[in-house]
């Protein structure tokens, strides 16, 4: 039975669906079947992040409704073997989407691969919900401000109450110069968020590059790349530690 991470935060803006398909990308390169599906209803951008934005397949609610099978609906990423992808519908369906059919879907994507990504909307609505009530566990992204750490915060306790208790955490866009000026910390947002940390990721202009060119960051290469691969080692088990802030990533 394969493991179902949702990927979230409590605002927009902390680089979630980036590291979505960071995550994704990174694990299937290490040989782990991974399916990243898009919860973000009407926003859906992860096709993006994966380079596959000419693609129109089909959705995950042709999935939920029958029109098509889960191994026919999902994408095969043309450049990262183990690497598939689900939409997110363009607009939401009429009666939005039932949540018994996602719990269907998630359960099924359990059987077929060995890791799925779940990239959340932003916030803490109906969608959050959706995204996270079938997920085995959680990721937080957020990055090195104090409303971001608050409305972490938030995300965590409500992540808390649906039952949801192994959420890390990913501070993620750290600089250097920016930490000292603010004097904010990692601690600080472990404090704060109340989860425990599973990554650290620099700021490294090779993201920016990487979405421009349309290539999955861990093809691109650069300090963000490596430090998504030793947190998808640590998603795998392995003991690799967390480097301080004052090393390089």
């Not at 192994?166 to 704060?192: G, K, P, Q, Y």
Request: glycine letters at 10%.
């Amino acid at each position: 039975m394969g493991r179902s991470i949702v990927i979230t935060s409590g605002k927009g803006g902390t680089g979630k669906t980036t590291a979505c398909a960071a995550l994704s990308a990174s694990l299937a390169c290490m040989g782990e079947r991974v399916l990243c599906i898009d919860m973000d209803v009407g926003l859906r951008n992860l096709d993006l992040a994966l380079g596959l934005s000419d693609e129109a397949p089909p959705d995950l609610m042709d999935v939920i409704e029958g029109r098509v099978s889960l191994e026919d609906a999902v994408l095969r990423h043309p450049n990262v073997e183990n690497l598939f992808f689900l939409a997110a519908p363009y607009s939401a369906p009429d009666g939005g989407v039932p949540p018994e059919g996602i719990d269907r879907l998630i359960a099924d994507a359990g059987d077929c691969f060995d890791y799925c990504l779940i990239d959340a909307p932003a916030g803490m609505g109906t969608g959050f919900h959706l995204a996270c009530r079938a997920a085995d566990s959680a990721i937080i992204v957020v990055t090195t401000d104090a409303s971001s750490y608050r409305d972490a915060n938030r995300c965590a306790i409500e992540l808390r109450r649906m039952g949801k208790t192994d959420c890390r955490l990913l501070v993620n866009r750290i600089r250097h110069m920016m930490l000292r000026r603010m004097n904010a910390t990692v601690d600080d947002a472990v404090d704060t968020v109340g989860v425990r940390l599973i990554g650290i990721i620099p700021e490294d202009r090779a993201v920016m590059l990487a979405a421009a060119r349309g290539v999955p960051l861990s093809l691109a290469g650069g300090s963000a790349a490596e430090a998504f691969e030793r947190v998808s080692r640590r998603l795998r088990g392995e003991n690799v530690p967390i480097k301080k802030i004052r090393n390089k990533f």
